[in-house]
């Protein structure tokens, strides 16, 4: 196997899903927001919410097609460049994929059809109906990757069979209810809210500022600084560093995220800025909050958030034990009758995964020499500088996110929507934030998790296919071409909508006076 | 009641039905798509074509992503082998499908001609590529992939992308653009009114429908002749999914040994033929319901074809007859499929059941008039 095939993989991967990530969670926050927008147009009936809804649906519009588009990649990709990790974790982590296409993409697609083209064929009532069903299509779908992806993150509910050489269901109620997913789920959605009302503010506090479209402006900044400050109190309350001290290797990251070299004394200090040097392992000028990290982590005051260094040594021993499983595996291949072999296998089969790691050095895990096993141990360690920055940044601009909103809730409760220019400059200058925040977030799940692709069970390196680095170069340049392009004129559209306004645009082709009436049945 | 043999062939049947599936709803975005540049000529032409599959086609495009999922689910060894194994070919059918969404809704944000005809020949190609690319994948599945499974089962591929191009996977990918065209046709005489452009879509579709008749039976003709794969000895259908623990043989004509052992399995080629001819007879007296019948019916019964053809084989190798992927050796365990067979029996009739209310509310001819005077269309 080719190492660098599964390096390039991971560069796919990740151009991939970070850019399909910049408009899903828009999609996420703005569906729900549409919802509300649309209620009180049900309930009071006034045409100037008719008007908000119709602008925001078309700024979604746009934004959801590229959503749509770049999920396709994502669904096909784990067979065409983790063709291992497909083989080896299908049967269970095929299932949410599946589930996610026949309960969540068929309601949003379907439904997404009827609102844009629905308005005029449906009651009132019937449209809001078909508003809420995307919405409620679109948040289905990311509980049930997130619920793919928190098995990545903490495999609860399979074992591995060495008859068909992968892992396999034990238990799907724990998978169903993984604790790291229902954490994951929550924080995805949240910081999806914010995402779409920090754009909803901010669009409106630009019309506020140029005196345009007042009456749209402060209904949806309005209704954005509700929605914002519930999901930004939501983002960050519920943060899924809660899920972090569930197993080892959440342990890991959380080390990692806080620069944690060694084990402290209960409660632990939270580390606030610092400069993680990888090579001496420590932190030098750090800034400390006493007793925070460990009452966040564990949530006690004499919880112990476990030291890297520890956490590495445990790893060692779990290596060793892993060896044990490998070879009663090979010779369970050899004869699978053989009982001595399976009793080894099954008591040490939890550890298995460990022993893949040593694959990197040596093709045979059980001739691992101890400094090698040293080293496949340290290699559980992540990027820390690049775990510990990204998730201060991300931080910071939660608490940044809370009070922006706090102090739109107040203006708006005030009636106060145009009387603060500096502020509202601050809500324009603010909307690329949510987008930094949630890439960093991506960055902190996923590279904190390596190097497993599937924590603790399968590294990485082993879970990709069988390319040529020629293939993979193609795709590479491939996507990032039609991606590039596609941004480029996606950014243009949304710019030139809201330069537009939302006045109706009868312009594109006007109606000849007179035209007659389509026939179309009336809404069911 | 439901063991592990019955759950598999289920699964086996279920995959053909998301393929069906798939092929006639999105199938017929795909060769409306492919249609738009030549039956539509004036931009409102075009608005009205694009705007018979623009409220639906999202939701149609689902049985594409499902189908995805569900092979993940149910066969994973099916979607680890295939996909990587067709890497260039999927990357192209996800370049030009990609195409779709944002060619659908763009086109109609700016009025400049140039713009539109741009996205206009987006669309074509996210129509014509993956139709062209689905039908090779499915020639390259009855002659076999080269690909080898080692001890661990990784799948190793040593073909070449154009190696995936030889005569008979070629004459299938035609065939399920004739195919798909035809059934596009058959849509637009549903959904657009009287005029020049269904007309042009009656004319363009008794042209495909005829080509996919004749390319059906060459086809046929030639599956006789190529060779197939049979399983030798001693079959466990309730086995561990591991290929290397079945032993299989290739055999010309080998493909045809089902209609022998199973002559019933004939109802699906002659479907495919009768749906066809009763799609041109359709079409030429211009019965629009009676061609996306005959189209629906041939398309249901070509895919049966390679089912029937085919099984117990998904996707045999044509290097290491060892490695082939077939119903008893590929599928998730047992307990996955029972569970996801759960989930399809509660969520499928749901599914199906939204779908007919939009269509309903959509129904209708779709008019130049109506497209003219709604902001809300394409």
């Known amino acids: 196997m080719d190492p660098g095939v599964a390096d390039l993989s991971r560069l796919q991967f990740a151009l991939t899903a970070l850019y399909h990530f910049l408009f899903v969670p828009l999609t996420l926050g703005l569906s729900f927001m549409l919802v509300i927008m649309e209620s009180v147009y049900v309930m009071t009936g006034r045409a100037a919410w008719r008007q908000v809804t119709r602008f925001w649906g078309k700024i979604f519009g746009i934004n959801f097609v590229l959503g749509v588009a770049t999920g396709l990649t994502m669904e096909f990709q784990f067979g065409t460049n983790w063709s291992y990790f497909s083989h080896y974790v299908g049967d269970i982590f095929g299932a949410p994929l599946a589930i996610e296409g026949l309960m969540a993409f068929f309601l949003e697609a379907t439904f997404v059809g009827l609102m844009f083209f629905g308005w005029d064929r449906l009651s009132r009532l019937g449209h809001l109906f078909v508003t809420f069903m995307v919405a409620l299509g679109t948040n289905l779908s990311a509980l049930w990757i997130l619920i793919a992806n928190g098995w990545m993150q903490n495999p609860v509910g399979s074992d591995f069979n060495p008859e068909t050489m992968r892992m396999e269901v034990s238990d799907f109620g724990a998978v169903l209810f993984n604790p790291v997913a229902q954490a994951k789920f929550v924080h995805t959605v949240s910081a999806g809210y914010v995402m779409a009302a920090v754009l909803v503010l901010g669009v409106s506090a630009f019309w506020l500022l140029k005196g345009r479209w007042t009456a749209v402006a402060r209904r949806s900044m309005t209704v954005a600084a509700a929605f914002g400050l519930a999901g930004s109190l939501s983002v960050v309350v519920l943060g899924d560093e809660s899920g972090y001290a569930l197993t080892d290797n959440q342990k890991m990251k959380l080390a990692a995220i806080e620069a944690a070299w060694h084990t402290e004394a209960a409660p632990a200090g939270l580390t606030l800025f610092g400069m993680p040097d990888s090579v001496a392992q420590t932190t030098r000028y750090s800034v400390q909050i006493p007793w925070v990290l460990g009452m966040i982590a564990t949530r006690s005051l004499d919880g112990t958030v476990t030291g890297m260094s520890e956490l590495v040594l445990q790893a060692q021993e779990r290596i060793a034990s892993g060896q044990v499983a490998y070879q009663a595996v090979e010779r369970l291949k050899a004869d699978p009758k053989d009982t001595a072999a399976r009793a080894a296998f099954e008591q040490h089969k939890r550890d298995l995964g460990y022993a893949l790691l040593l694959k990197r050095y040596v093709a045979d895990p059980a001739q691992a020499t101890p400094e090698i096993v040293k080293r496949a141990a340290w290699d559980t360690v992540p990027n820390v500088p690049l775990m510990f920055w990204s998730f201060r940044i991300m931080a910071l601009i939660g608490f940044l996110m809370i009070a922006l909103f706090a102090g739109a809730f107040v203006i708006a409760s005030l009636r106060r929507h145009d009387q603060y220019r500096p502020f509202l400059w601050a809500a324009v200058a603010a909307i690329p934030l949510p987008w930094i925040a949630a890439e960093l977030g991506w960055v902190v799940a996923e590279l904190g998790r390596q190097p497993w692709a599937i924590e603790g069970v399968l590294p990485t390196f082993l879970a990709s296919s069988s390319l040529s680095r020629a293939a993979l170069w193609t795709t590479i340049a491939g996507f990032t071409l039609i991606y590039g392009a596609l941004a480029v004129i996606e950014v243009r559209l949304i710019l030139a909508t809201i330069k537009h306004g939302p006045d109706e645009d009868e312009a594109q082709a006007p109606a000849p006076v007179g035209a007659p009436i389509p026939a179309q049945p009336l809404a069911a | ?378």
């Not at chain 2, 099916?78 to 067709?86: D, E, H, K, M, N």
């Not at chain 2, 129509?127 to 499915?138: M, Y």
């Not at chain 2, 190529?226 to 290929?243: E, K, L, T, Y």
């Open chain 2, 1 to 378: 009641m439901f063991d592990y043999e019955l759950l598999r062939l289920i699964w086996w049947a279920l995959l053909g039905v998301l393929l069906i599936g798939f092929a006639l709803t999105d199938g017929f975005d795909l060769g409306t798509a492919t249609l738009l540049p030549f039956v539509a000529r004036t931009d409102a032409e075009r608005r009205m074509v694009i705007n018979t599959v623009g409220p639906t086609w999202e939701g149609n495009q689902v049985w594409f992503i499902l189908g995805g999922g569900a092979i993940f689910a149910a066969w994973p060894f099916v979607y680890a082998v295939s996909f990587s194994g067709f890497y260039l070919a999927m990357f192209l059918v996800l370049a030009a499908l990609i195409l779709r969404p944002v060619g659908f809704k763009y086109r109609s944000k700016k009025p400049d001609p140039k713009w539109r005809s741009r996205w206009d020949w987006a669309l074509f190609v996210g129509g014509l590529v993956p139709a062209l690319v689905f039908g090779v994948a499915v020639g390259n599945a009855l002659s076999g992939a080269p690909f080898r499974l080692d001890g661990d089962l990784r799948a190793t591929y040593e073909g070449a992308f154009l190696g995936l191009f030889t005569p008979f996977t070629l004459l299938a990918g035609l065939m399920s653009v004739a195919m798909l065209v035809l059934h596009g046709a058959a849509w637009l005489a549903i959904k657009t009114e009287h005029g020049p452009v269904q007309a042009r879509a009656r004319a363009y579709g008794f042209g495909a429908g005829t080509l996919a008749l004749f390319l059906f039976a060459i086809g046929g003709l030639m599956v006789a002749e190529m060779p197939g794969w049979r399983i030798v000895g001693v079959i466990d259908p309730a086995g561990p999914s591991n290929p290397l623990r079945t032993t299989t043989e290739m055999v010309s004509g080998a493909w045809l040994g089902n209609y022998q052992a199973h002559p019933w399995m004939l109802l699906a080629p002659a479907l495919g033929f009768l749906g066809m001819a009763m799609a041109l007879v359709g079409i030429y007296r211009e019965r629009g319901g009676l061609a996306f019948t005959g189209s629906s019916l041939g398309a249901a019964g070509i895919i049966a074809s390679v089912g029937c053809s085919m099984f117990p084989f998904i996707l045999p190798s044509s290097i290491d007859a060892h490695s082939s992927l077939t119903v008893w050796n590929a599928s998730s365990s047992e307990r996955t499929l029972r569970i996801m067979l759960l989930v399809t029996v509660v969520f499928l009739p749901i599914v199906l059941a939204y779908t007919a209310w939009a269509y309903r509310i959509m129904f209708g001819r779709v008019t130049a008039d109506a497209v003219a005077a709604s902001p809300d269309f394409y």
